[in-house]
Every structure is written in C-alpha cells, then in structure tokens.
T-cell receptor, first 114, second 113 residues
C-alpha cells in the first residue's frame, strides 16, 4: 500500500521556467512533509519541509504548498536551473515524538533542459 | 556533505553470507534511521534508534538486525543474504530539536551474487 505517491516518474522543464512536482498521500495521520533531492551515487539531501499547520513554505527558489483537504502537496522551483536536475522524493511523517519515520514516495526525475 | 558517514561504499557478497553496514551520525544527533532502496523503489524505512535504544521498526526482515552503540554510531547486520537483498542502504540521523528532518549518508550499495 503506497501511502505516499508521486505519479510522475519523470518531468522535463526548460531552464528558467517553473518546475512543479506533485505528491499525494493517503494517511491522514501524516503531519509533517518533506522534499528531498537526490543526485546519482549520493544520499538524499533535505530541501524543504512543511508542517500541516501551514499551507505554504518558501525557501529561496523552492516553495512547498500543502492542501490538506486534498491530501496533496507540491514543490515549485522557480526559476529552474540545470543543477536542479535530480530525482526528487516527497516524504511524510506522523510528526509524533518517537515516531519520526519517514514514508517516501517513489520519486520524480526532473530534467532541466538548457 | 550531510555529516553522516557510511561504510563501506560498496559491498559485493554471495547468497547465504552475512554483512555489517556501519553508520556514524552527525555530531550531536541522537537518532539514527536505516532505509533500504531497491531498484525502482522509493526508500523503505527499516528501523530507528534513539540514544542507543530501538525506537521504531518498519518492514525489517527477521534476518536483519541493527544496534546503536554508546558513541551513537550504528550498525545494520544482514544475514542469510538473498539476491533480493541487493539494494542501496541509507542511514540518516536527526537532531533532538528537529527530529522530523533527517540528514542522509551517501549510502552503501550491496550486491548479492
């Protein structure tokens, strides 16, 4: 049972345009959401997170939006740069002390076209 | 560089064997997590330790075990290895003040032949 879903395995975006990566979840106990970026042969790198009490969090070129009623979150990258080409994982946590395990989606491979 | 180190980087072994993967968390982090990433799969949570004690368990096989030592480094032991155990194994750590944000090591690629 895939509790966190990233339905687009890949996405290509022109350099300078906006990249939008989507993620859906089914478990209403999830309270904290994160995006990780992964380059080949490296571990996932934390990008940005959002708590369920917010609907938006921004950090530079990266913005995460959360729609709790739709159980949907998205990551916007603007403007997209060649270095953003990577696999992006959405992850969710119950946000309970002592149970911070992350449930990951299967990832979306983003390719930025120069 | 996340500050989390994992050794070895690569491991090739045969079915039926036993291996140990090692992880050193970031300085000051008390929690260590282990994840498995098989081909074309997302990361699957295996187990979490907090300050030496097991805190949460995921889909970890009985053939697998882990521990966290007093110096907070952790080891993941995989025994009676099968072909299907070939995967990337990641360790992550998190600080006490922000336990939901986990920082990942570079991973150990295990190949079982």
């Amino acid at each position: 049972d895939q509790q966190v879903k990233q339905n687009s395995p890949s996405l290509s975006v022109q350099e300078g345009r906006i990249s939008i990566l989507n993620c859906d979840y089914t478990n209403s106990m999830f309270d904290y959401f994160l995006w990780y970026k992964k380059y080949p042969a490296e571990g996932p790198t934390f990008l940005i997170s959002i708590s369920s009490i917010k609907d938006k969090n921004e950090d530079g070129r990266f913005t995460v939006f959360l729609n709790k009623s739709a159980k949907h979150l998205s990551l916007h990258i603007v403007p997209s740069q060649p270095g953003d080409s990577a696999v992006y994982f959405c992850a969710a946590s119950p946000g309970l002390f002592g149970n911070e395990k992350l449930t990951f989606g299967t990832g979306t491979r983003l390719t930025i076209i120069p | 560089d996340s500050g989390v180190t994992q050794t070895p980087k690569h491991l090739i072994t045969a079915t039926g064997q036993r291996v140990t993967l090692r992880c050193s968390p970031r300085s000051g982090d008390l929690s260590v997590y282990w994840y498995q990433q098989s081909l074309d799969q997302g990361l699957q949570f295996l187990i979490q330790y907090y300050n030496g004690e097991e805190r949460a368990k995921g889909n970890i096989l009985e053939r697998f075990s882990a521990q966290q030592f007093p110096d907070l480094h952790s080891e993941l032991n995989l025994s009676s290895l099968e072909l299907g155990d070939s995967a990337l194994y990641f360790c992550a750590s998190s600080p006490p003040e922000s336990a939901d944000t986990q920082y990942f090591g570079p991973g150990t690629r295990l190949t079982v032949l």
